[in-house]
T-cell receptor, first 112, second 112 residues
Framework: GQQLNQSPQSMFIQEGEDVSMNCTSS?????WLWYKQDPGEGPVLLIA?????ELTSNGRLTAQFGITRKDSFLNISASIPSDVGIYFC????????????FGGGTRLMVKP | EPEVTQTPSHQVTQMGQEVILRCVPI?????FYWYRQILGQKVEFLVS????????KSEIFDDQFSVERPDGSNFTLKIRSTKLEDSAMYFC??????????FGDGTRLSIL
């Protein structure tokens, strides 16, 4: 099946710093999504990307859908303590039952 | 904001027993999904369901698994004879088709 490689696996940063994480795939996705998961909870959607080259912002979050449709990045600017959590990228192809293929996650830790 | 709700939040079951996990998707959504997440690992797709039938399933979703939409609101996942390796968080998700999937907070399944 399709595999998503997400990096870095974890990050420990100072409050106020910017963060960048990315996902790459060996195959094409029609849609890229970024989710955040807090302990004991389900993934919460942050940003959805539908077109190759698309750059979308949601507050301090910015994500881009790579032009080749095989990669995406997520940036968080001016991190705050509540940004702590695990961030997952997910790729979707609408001709495969709409299933999501998830990356391995990036665990973000923010030092106040 | 409408949510996907899952019950129970934690299920403890003896190996070999049957278990049913329950989900109430968002009311105007048409597509329903089950995913699982083994502790410390990424989220994995199990099955997608549309128009009262399975539209896609992964190799994890073997003969021991089944899904059902018994009425207009519930969506269930049944594991017929549980194994130790079925211990995981199970997430239900739903969407309206070509829209991002929204996840519930999950059921933690512990097999003893």
């Amino acid at each position: 099946g399709q595999q998503l490689n997400q990096s870095p696996q974890s990050m420990f940063i100072q409050e106020g710093e910017d963060v960048s994480m990315n996902c790459t795939s060996s195959s094409i996705f029609n849609t890229w999504l970024w989710y955040k998961q807090d302990p004991g909870e389900g993934p919460v959607l942050l940003i959805a990307l539908y077109k190759a080259g698309e750059l979308t912002s949601n507050g301090r979050l910015t994500a881009q859908f790579g032009i080749t449709r095989k990669d995406s990045f997520l940036n968080i600017s001016a991190s705050i303590p509540s940004d702590v959590g695990i961030y997952f990228c997910a790729g979707q192809n609408n001709n495969a039952g709409n299933m999501l293929t998830f990356g391995g996650g990036t665990r973000l830790m923010v030092k106040p | 904001e409408p949510e996907v709700t899952q019950t129970p939040s934690h299920q403890v079951t003896q190996m070999g027993q049957e278990v049913i996990l329950r989900c109430v998707p968002i009311s105007n959504h048409l597509y329903f999904y089950w995913y699982r997440q083994i502790l410390g690992q990424k989220v994995e797709f199990l099955v997608s369901f549309y128009n009262n039938e399975i539209s896609e399933k992964s190799e994890i979703f073997d003969d021991q698994f089944s899904v059902e939409r018994p009425d207009g609101s519930n969506f269930t996942l049944k594991i017929r004879s549980t194994k130790l390796e079925d211990s995981a968080m199970y997430f239900c998700a739903s969407d309206r088709g070509l829209w991002p999937q929204h996840f519930g907070d999950g059921t933690r399944l512990s097999i003893l």
